[in-house]
């Protein structure tokens, strides 16, 4: 946890009380968030986050201010990285949640935020040198609704998955949609390769829209990588891939070594990785 937060435009000591029982993100996971790599006291693709922040806010009716800008939240951050001293890689998670009041019914759609950082070990995007074994979890199933891309504070799903996953000491496990599509993993958007094609499940499938995964789709497309963001992905799907791998907005590609009886190889995951270690350092 960093040494200070900020609440708001204030900047305040991270062991201090800020919330009440009354917070709606508590009460009722009434709130969104976007977790992003700072490299140094800059973030890239700040503008992508805040865009998709601000289109799931329009749809759960949150009223964002206009000053709320990429270069507002920038200028936030970038306090927030010198006050704590961190000036290497770091995580930083931004929420935002309807203020205090009401019920299921809320007394008000102005949002407060909230943006803490924690360090990392690394500055850069940087490929696994692990391959990760990973798993099908099948106990639960994501609906698939306009809720299903959104990162809403609600992630009872990804919490059950993870557990699931730490139980049988496994890298991270799949999730399936509500018509057994693969969609996603507990922290990662998902992909791919097979027959020179790079797959990734549609989001109406009701995958995350992660920030990551339209970069690398981006990406692909540069590097002359046909690319199918529309895809239903199956177990057998991933069974008789070349490669795969997931996608976040913090450790960028990670590679999977195994599912089940399969391996894999890591050439386009190495390949793209370069490209976004590149991308990012512009």
């Known amino acids: 946890m960093s040494q200070f937060v900020c609440y708001n435009g204030e900047f305040i000591p991270a062991d201090k009380p800020i919330f009440y029982g009354t917070n709606r993100a508590f009460r009722y996971g009434d709130g969104l968030f976007e977790t992003m790599r700072a490299m140094g006291t800059s973030t890239p693709f700040l503008n992508q986050h805040i865009e998709r922040l601000k289109n799931s806010a329009s ?20 306090r927030l990285l010198n006050a704590n001293k961190y000036f ?3 995580k930083i998670r931004l929420s935002v ?25 690394t500055n850069n995007f940087s490929l696994n040198a692990k391959g ?34 730490q139980s049988l000491k496994i890298d991270d496990c799949l999730l399936l949609n509500q018509f057994g599509n693969i969609i996603e993993s507990s922290s990662s958007n998902l992909f791919v390769f097979t027959n020179n094609n790079l797959l990734t499940p549609s989001l109406t499938d009701g995958c995350l829209n992660g920030v990551m995964r339209q970069i690398i789709i981006q990406l692909a497309l540069k590097e002359k990588i046909t690319v199918y963001d529309d895809a239903c992905i199956t177990e057998n799907d991933i069974l008789n891939a070349d490669e795969v791998f997931l996608t976040n907005a ?5 590679w999977v070594v195994a599912f089940k009886n399969r391996r894999y190889f890591c050439k386009i995951a190495k390949r793209l990785s370069a490209a976004l270690e590149n991308l990012s350092t512009l």
Do not use: M
């Not at 994501?142 to 992630?155: D, Q």
């Open 59 to 78: 749809i759960l009716q949150f009223e964002i201010p206009e000053n709320y800008t990429v270069l507002f939240f920038q200028k936030q951050i970038t």
């Open 88 to 90: 290497n890689g770091s």
């Open 97 to 121: 949640f309807r203020k205090d009041g009401g019920n299921y019914l809320p007394h008000s759609n102005k949002i407060d935020y909230y943006i803490e950082a924690t360090p990392l070990e």
């Open 132 to 165: 990760l074994i990973i798993v099908l979890f099948n106990e639960w199933k994501k609906p698939v609704n306009e809720l299903s891309g959104l990162k809403t504070s609600n992630s009872l799903l990804y919490v059950k998955a993870a557990s699931y996953a």
């Open 250 to 254: 913090i450790n960028g590609i990670r």
